[in-house]
Structure formats: C-alpha cells, structure tokens
C-alpha cells in the first residue's frame, strides 16, 4: 500500500495516531485558530502527500463539515490525488425521509457534499433506516462501511467469568439492534434476545420484553447507539423488574445527549461500554485496528 499522511485535528490526536499506527503512516495536526467574528483559520502541513486520509469522528457535526470543506479544498490544492475520510461515527444518516411538507432530507445532501470531496469514505455502524447501503448515502469512489459487533462481542465475553456464562443473556432492545446483538453474541459465545419497541417521539419509548426467564441472569444491552439513553434505559428497567440480576450496555457511538447519564443510571444500568468513535469516558473498545483493515 502506497505510504499517505492522516491529518486530524487535536481533539482527535490520541484516535488519529493510533489509526496511522495501525497504517504505518505519520500523522499530523491540522492547527485551528477561530477569529473573533468566529470563522477559522485551519493549516495544514506544507507538503502533503499524493495520499492522504482526514482522520475526523463526526458526532457534533455542523461546524465539522465545514471544517472538512476547507481541509479537503486546501488539500486538493496542495496536490493531494487521493483524499479519504475516516469518520468512525458519520453523522446526518438517519434523516432520510421528509415527514412534513418543506423538510430538507439531510442525508442524500451530506452525502454528496462528503462525495465530492472525498475519494475513500470509511465509517462504523452508519446508522441507516430506509436505505440498503452506505453507498446510496455517500455515492464517493469506494465507501466502506464497518461493523463493530464483533469487537463489542469479544469485549463482552471477555468480562464474563465462565461461572456465568449460561446465565448471562445478551440484548437487543429493539428489533433494529438484532443484526449488532445477533453478530456480538456469535462473538462472545453467548445467548441473546430482542425486545420490541414502540417510539412516540424523541424521549417517549415504549418497550416489551421477550418471553424468556430473566430471574438471576445477567443481561448485557446491545445497540448501536446511545443518544437521549431512553430506549436502553427503558428496557433495563423492565430487566431488572423481570428479576435480572445485573444489566449492563455496550455499544458502539456514545452520543450521550443531554441528560443520558442520569436516564441511564436511573434505568438500573450498572455499567456501559462503548467503542472509541465518539471520545466519551465509558469508551473500552479500540477501533483503530478495524479502521486501518479498510485500507490493507
């Protein structure tokens, strides 16, 4: 594989170095100076490569992307014939529909302004509703999507001591979650469930259980994504009313909206394990060595 650069920024140091690592190739910061007027000066380093990939988690996004605008048009000027992004965590992905007259559907649109500018795009769980591909969101030259079931599902099994092991239960807390619980627990070696849900807006969630024994058993949640922590926090409460013994949560983008902690907390969830996609203290899982494959 031909030797690039990733660029990123320094809130991404740690992630971004560690991903080059894995690659075999330097990193270097991409400095950022806001004027008082509130635009910003970005700079990049002097010479850049033929290849390049911009290492850039996309969780609190809006002045993202226009951070990326800028790195990818001053990297193209600068020579670069090869521009991939790395966004563990894409954003704007779910909006794909227009429910009421004059929504702007974000997705198709972020889509195509990350397509335009970049050659490779890789990303990790992209949360999708309506369509079937990552490809029909982004339509860049090759689009990677990847999956972190596997890695959660090593984690998880590896907390569990063997005494447990029958009597733990890995579970999807709605019916979208069944691909991650489903491949985590093929991973970990360990049964699974999966709840069925009922959404009435953005914190108004409605869960049911499954019909299976829950008394004295550990239960472990699994999904995707923690944004506002009701859905998962709504079907722990249910677990430990159904005599689970312990419920904990692993997933892979820790947005943690708001309050989400405390919804959490208050749910019976004991402990919550995430990958690193979005910097978030209950981050256990490094993606890094799955990023990097992409690009092998």
Same mark, same amino acid.
């Given at each position: 594989?031909?030797?690039?650069?990733?660029?990123?920024?320094?809130?991404?140091?740690?992630?971004?170095?560690?991903?080059?690592?894995?690659?075999?190739?330097?990193?270097?910061?991409?400095?950022?100076?806001? *004027?008082?007027?509130?635009?910003?000066?970005?700079?990049?380093?002097?010479?850049?490569?033929?290849?390049?990939?911009?290492?850039?988690?996309?969780?609190?996004?809006?002045?993202?992307?226009?951070?990326?605008?800028?790195?990818?048009?001053?990297?193209?000027?600068?020579?670069?014939?090869?521009?991939?992004?790395?966004?563990?965590?894409?954003?704007?992905?779910?909006?794909?529909?227009? *429910?009421?007259?004059?929504?702007?559907?974000?997705?198709?649109?972020?889509?195509?302004?990350?397509?335009?500018?970049?050659?490779?795009?890789?990303?990790?769980?992209?949360?999708?509703?309506?369509?079937?591909?990552?490809?029909?969101?982004?339509?860049?030259?090759?689009?990677?999507?990847?999956?972190?079931?596997?890695?959660?599902?090593?984690?998880?099994?590896?907390?569990?001591?063997?005494?447990?092991?029958?009597?733990?239960?890995?579970?999807?807390?709605?019916?979208?979650?069944?691909?991650?619980?489903?491949?985590?627990?093929?991973?970990?070696?360990?049964?699974?469930?999966?709840?069925?849900?009922?959404?009435?807006?953005?914190?108004?969630?409605?869960?049911?259980?499954?019909?299976?024994?829950?008394?004295?058993?550990?239960?472990?949640?699994?999904?995707?994504?923690?944004?506002?922590?009701?859905?998962?926090?709504?079907?722990?409460?249910?677990?430990?009313?159904?005599?689970?013994?312990?419920?904990?949560?692993?997933?892979?983008?820790?947005? *943690?909206?708001?309050?989400?902690?405390?919804?959490?907390?208050?749910?019976?969830?004991?402990?919550?394990?995430?990958?690193?996609?979005?910097?978030?203290?209950?981050?256990?899982?490094?993606?890094?060595?799955?990023?990097?494959?992409? *690009?092998?």
């Amino acid at each position: 594989m031909p030797v690039g650069l990733v660029l990123c920024f320094e809130r991404d140091r740690d992630r971004g170095v560690e991903f080059a690592a894995r690659l075999g190739w330097e990193a270097r910061i991409v400095e950022r100076h806001r *004027f008082p007027d509130g635009e910003l000066r970005l700079r990049l380093p002097p010479r850049l490569p033929a290849r390049a990939i911009v290492f850039a988690p996309l969780d609190q996004p809006n002045e993202k992307l226009v951070e990326l605008l800028l790195v990818a048009g001053g990297a193209r000027r600068a020579g670069v014939e090869e521009l991939g992004l790395v966004a563990p965590y894409l954003c704007y992905m779910r909006q794909d529909a227009a *429910f009421n007259p004059g929504e702007v559907v974000s997705q198709p649109i972020v889509g195509a302004f990350l397509a335009e500018r970049f050659d490779v795009v890789v990303t990790v769980d992209p949360h999708l509703h309506r369509v079937a591909s990552l490809e029909q969101a982004v339509p860049a030259r090759r689009v990677v999507a990847l999956a972190a079931a596997g890695l959660i599902g090593e984690y998880v099994g590896s907390r569990v001591p063997e005494s447990r092991r029958s009597r733990t239960l890995l579970v999807g807390p709605d019916e979208e979650s069944r691909p991650w619980v489903q491949a985590a627990a093929a991973r970990a070696g360990l049964a699974y469930v999966v709840c069925g849900k009922i959404r009435r807006g953005d914190t108004d969630v409605e869960v049911a259980l499954p019909g299976v024994a829950l008394a004295g058993r550990d239960a472990v949640l699994v999904d995707d994504m923690v944004s506002t922590g009701r859905t998962l926090a709504a079907a722990a409460a249910l677990l430990r009313d159904a005599g689970a013994a312990a419920v904990d949560a692993a997933v892979t983008h820790a947005l *943690f909206v708001d309050d989400a902690d405390e919804v959490m907390r208050a749910g019976g969830i004991r402990e919550v394990w995430s990958t690193d996609s979005i910097a978030h203290p209950t981050n256990r899982i490094a993606l890094a060595p799955l990023l990097a494959g992409a *690009f092998v």
